[in-house]
């Protein structure tokens, strides 16, 4: 019997050397003037931006969910890494933050480096949406830990703001108008749910539903929406008094996350809600509360502004890509009230 080695266990480090030069460019595409050192090294070092003056880092970490099964199911690993980076970012922004560097961690049984590759690059691709750095990340073999083809991601967000530009909540009042900012789809949220009913009705990926206008497989891997740089043109026109992202929980848990106790919101139904909200609630079927609180249903993210400042904060969302709507307005909660009332169906 031969002398084992590291690849006779599982472990190919000529994949990892392979898989670290193919990335290389894809990596230094999102490098930001202080990006002092990036990947290769033991760690990586980055500089506060200029023009700070009592700088307060944010930091957040997240990942893509179940999500990962319907790439591993489509062979379409490109767009996750977006998802993996939005996930991230978008948590940071609610405080206000600039997204300033991120960092990844890929985990497989084995590494397939043209996979792998495909990650990284749509990691790359969701760090320019957010104008940070990719600036290293981890690759780790599990053998025997993952099934064939599956691996896992964790992503790390860090980012930078003024210590007296945090957003809080604190200056939210009742009047205040509730904007809401569209959701590109599912985003990174419900999917056991979503896996669950496509199981069980026996769905296609391949298959195209009435309404979607594409594969039910295209549809569920749409990457989530990066917000980074709409909220930082919203920033610089209109006072925004909080933002939320709308994750796991929807709008019922995530809003009141981010407004003072003994305030709520009252929500309007009646903005365009993606079709293929439509075809869970119906395929499930899920009611209309399971829906509410599991998924974004078409907003990704809110902003409470001045009501005297929605048209022009609408206006900037056009310009900047993102369609926004007036969705509610803040109220005095009653007690034992829920602090998110939506009226009307979705």
């Known amino acids: 019997m031969g002398e084992l080695t590291y690849r006779d266990a599982g472990v190919d480090i000529e994949a990892g050397e392979d898989l670290v030069s193919r990335i290389g460019p894809a990596v230094a595409s999102t490098h930001r003037p202080e990006v002092l050192s990036g990947v290769g090294g033991f760690a990586s070092l980055v500089s506060i931006p200029e023009g700070y003056r009592d700088p307060v880092l944010v930091s957040g970490t997240d990942g893509v969910g179940t999500k990962l099964k319907i790439a591993f199911a489509t062979g379409r690993h490109g767009t996750v890494g977006i ?3 939005a996930m991230c970012v978008n948590d940071i922004v609610v405080v206000g933050a600039e997204p300033l560097f991120f960092l990844d961690y890929y985990a497989c049984g084995r590494l397939d480096p043209d996979s792998a590759a495909s990650v ?3 990691i790359a691709e969701g760090c320019r949406r957010a104008g940070c750095a990719l600036v290293g990340g981890e690759t780790a073999e599990l053998p025997g830990f993952y099934g064939g083809g599956e691996y896992d991601l964790a992503g790390f967000a860090v980012g930078v703001v003024e210590r007296d530009g945090v957003m809080t909540g604190e200056s939210v009042r009742p009047g205040d108008a509730v904007i ?15 896996r669950k009913i496509v199981e069980e009705r026996g769905a296609r990926l391949d298959e195209r539903p009435d309404g979607l206008g594409r594969t039910l497989g295209e549809e569920l891997l749409e990457p ?3 917000y980074a740089r709409p909220i930082r043109a919203l920033a610089a026109k209109v006072e925004i008094r909080a933002l939320a992202h709308i994750t796991g929980g929807g709008l019922k848990e995530n809003i009141p996350r981010t407004i003072p106790e003994g305030l709520g919101v009252e929500l309007s139904a009646g903005w365009p809600v993606p079709p293929i909200f439509r075809w869970i609630s119906k395929s499930g079927p899920v009611g209309p509360a399971e829906m509410l609180r599991t998924f974004n249903m078409g907003i990704g993210m809110t902003a409470v502004v001045p009501e005297g400042q929605v048209a022009a904060a609408l206006d900037v969302l056009v310009a900047d890509g993102v369609d926004g709507y007036r969705v509610g307005s803040v109220v005095e909660l009653r007690p034992g009230a829920d602090p998110v009332v939506v009226a009307g169906d979705i």
């Open 224 to 226: 989530t929406r990066i």
């Open 180 to 194: 809401g900012l569209a959701s590109s789809g599912l985003h990174s949220n419900g999917f056991s749910l979503v």
């Open 83 to 85: 998802d993996l980076v």
């Open 120 to 122: 990284v690059e749509g």
